[in-house]
Structure formats: C-alpha cells, structure tokens
C-alpha cells in the first residue's frame, strides 16, 4: 500500500519532532513554515515551505502544530482544501497520545501482527479518526453506549469529584461519528453497555484503545480484549495518570496484578499500555 503524503504546518521543534515520529508510516512531503528563521533552520531532511501554494504536488493531509488551529482550518478551507485534511496536532496532550499511537501502530505494521483495531470509549471520534488513518485496511470496531457514562458504572469515588464526573458524562452520536473517519467503510459500530453490546464478536485484535474513565468498564475491556490480542500486540489504556478520574490507574494496577502482567506508562499521553508476547 502507498504511504499517503503528509505536509507538515509548523517546523519548530515539535514539528520535526513529528516527522520523525510518523516518518516510518507516511511519505512527508515536507513542512510548511511562514516564518524565515525557523526555515532556515530545519536543514536538508524536508523541503521547507513559506507556503502552501509553493508546494508543487498534492498532499493527502496537512497536519498542523500552530497554535491558531482553528484559524489555519478556516484558511485552508477557504483554498478548498476540505477540513478533515487539516489535523490538529497543536495540544501536547493529544499531541502525545497520537504520537504514542503512531508509534504503536508502526510496530503493529513493521511486525505485520494480524487483527483487527478497537476503542472502548468514542466519544466524539476524535481519536477513532487517527486509528482509522493509521489502520484503514483494518476492521475499527467502536464500542461506546454514545449516551454517556451508565449507571451501573457510576459511584461517587469514580471522579475526584462529582461535578468532573457530571462534566465529562457526555453524550454522542454514532452517525456524527462516523462522518469523521476517514475509511468509514472499515468501521462497526458496535453501539451499548459493554460488554453486552460484544453480541457474539468472534475477531482478534493487534491494537485496542480504551478511554472510557471509569473502573468497570476499563476492567471490563481489558479482561475481554487481552486474551484475545495477538502476540505483538498493544492495548493502550488512557488516563491513567488521570487527576480526574484517579480509578482508571486503579484497574489498569489490579488486572495487571492478577494475571502477573506488565505495562508500561507514558506520563505526558496519561497512557497505560499492555503488550502481548
């Protein structure tokens, strides 16, 4: 399959640092830097640009680190370039946590590990979005109830307090979701409490992503998706250094106990993650 073509907008520090991260996995057709310096600075390993109508080709996605995203989207778009082509990459937390991914899923590709690709926890697709990316050819499956947090995983020491767990009990929509995905045709919705909502599931997996807060349904998905990943295989859990929702450390520490388990942790990501060998 051919690397799809990334531009880069921003080629400080944290840019270059991206192209070297997500190199293995997509062609970098070079950056885009508006100011001169920085310009000058990048070297010879990317051709560099003032701007976006100086790039000669056609580039697949343009990621961006700039800190007026929002502002850099509404430009862009003004060009016609379409708005799922633009990434946000600018927050160093989500920044981390795709970065973290990225790497995983390169692994995954370099060690041609077999299976499918899960998240426990959507949400708003907004990290289902990049797995998609990074895995088209893969089944996605998407596990959430997309009505927010169920009662039978709610109790008071779930949150630090109760106001954040009200706050983050969001609702969603499954349709919205799936308009984000850049394959949609490679994703399931697999919609309700889990794990009832598995409903006879049978695949194996090479990558899963649980970010759903809360003690039970964390523990839930590891004791379901870790049997059942393949050797080579990751299942990154998000939150765990969480001041938020402090359980989510909690039974990522209790299943890996029980079954004699190691992970490993990514403080700036706030990322657990299982490897399967």
Same mark, same amino acid.
């Given at each position: 399959?051919?690397?799809? !073509?990334?531009?880069?907008? +921003?080629?400080?520090?944290?840019?270059?640092?991206?192209?070297?991260?997500?190199?293995?996995?997509?062609?970098?057709?070079?950056?885009?830097?508006?100011?001169?310096?920085?310009?000058?600075?990048?070297?010879?390993?990317?051709?560099?640009?003032?701007?976006?109508?100086?790039?000669?080709?056609?580039?697949?996605?343009?990621?961006?680190?700039?800190?007026?995203?929002?502002?850099?989207?509404?430009? %862009?778009?003004?060009? +016609?370039?379409?708005?799922? !082509?633009?990434?946000?990459?600018?927050?160093?937390?989500? %920044?981390?946590?795709?970065?973290?991914?990225?790497?995983?899923?390169?692994?995954?590709?370099?060690?041609?590990?077999?299976?499918?690709?899960?998240?426990?926890?959507?949400?708003?697709?907004?990290?289902?979005?990049?797995?998609?990316? %990074?895995?088209?050819?893969?089944?996605?499956?998407?596990?959430?109830?997309?009505?927010?947090?169920?009662?039978?995983?709610?109790?008071?020491?779930?949150?630090?307090?109760?106001?954040?767990?009200?706050?983050?009990?969001?609702?969603?929509?499954?349709?919205?979701?799936?308009? !984000?995905?850049?394959?949609?045709?490679?994703?399931?919705?697999?919609? +309700?409490?889990?794990?009832?909502?598995?409903?006879?599931?049978?695949?194996?997996?090479?990558?899963?992503?649980?970010?759903?807060?809360?003690?039970?349904?964390?523990?839930?998905?590891?004791?379901?998706?870790?049997?059942?990943?393949?050797?080579?295989?990751?299942?990154?859990?998000?939150?765990?250094?969480?001041?938020?929702?402090?359980?989510?450390?909690?039974?990522?520490?209790?299943?890996?106990?029980?079954?004699?388990?190691?992970?490993?942790?990514?403080?700036?990501?706030?990322?657990?993650?299982?490897?399967?060998?």
């Amino acid at each position: 399959m051919n690397k799809r !073509k990334i531009l880069i907008h +921003g080629a400080d520090t944290r840019g270059q640092k991206l192209a070297k991260r997500i190199d293995a996995m997509f062609e970098i057709a070079g950056f885009i830097e508006r100011d001169c310096s920085i310009r000058k600075a990048v070297g010879d390993a990317f051709p560099c640009y003032g701007d976006l109508k100086e790039y000669p080709g056609e580039a697949d996605f343009i990621f961006s680190i700039v800190e007026d995203f929002n502002g850099l989207q509404r430009e %862009y778009m003004k060009r +016609g370039i379409p708005f799922d !082509k633009i990434l946000d990459f600018r927050h160093v937390h989500q %920044y981390e946590k795709h970065i973290l991914h990225q790497c995983l899923a390169n692994e995954i590709l370099r060690r041609n590990v077999p299976g499918a690709v899960a998240e426990l926890g959507v949400d708003f697709g907004d990290t289902a979005k990049y797995l998609n990316l %990074y895995f088209p050819d893969r089944p996605l499956y998407l596990f959430d109830t997309f009505s927010g947090f169920d009662k039978r995983d709610m109790d008071a020491s779930q949150a630090r307090t109760a106001d954040l767990l009200e706050y983050y009990n969001v609702r969603s929509n499954a349709e919205h979701v799936l308009e !984000k995905m850049f394959y949609p045709e490679s994703c399931i919705i697999k919609e +309700g409490y889990f794990p009832e909502s598995l409903e006879g599931l049978e695949d194996r997996f090479a990558f899963v992503h649980i970010d759903c807060d809360l003690y039970k349904p964390i523990t839930a998905g590891l004791e379901y998706f870790y049997p059942r990943l393949n050797r080579g295989g990751f299942i990154a859990v998000h939150d765990y250094y969480s001041l938020s929702f402090p359980q989510a450390k909690e039974a990522v520490r209790d299943f890996a106990d029980k079954y004699h388990l190691t992970f490993v942790t990514d403080f700036f990501s706030e990322t657990a993650v299982f490897c399967k060998e």
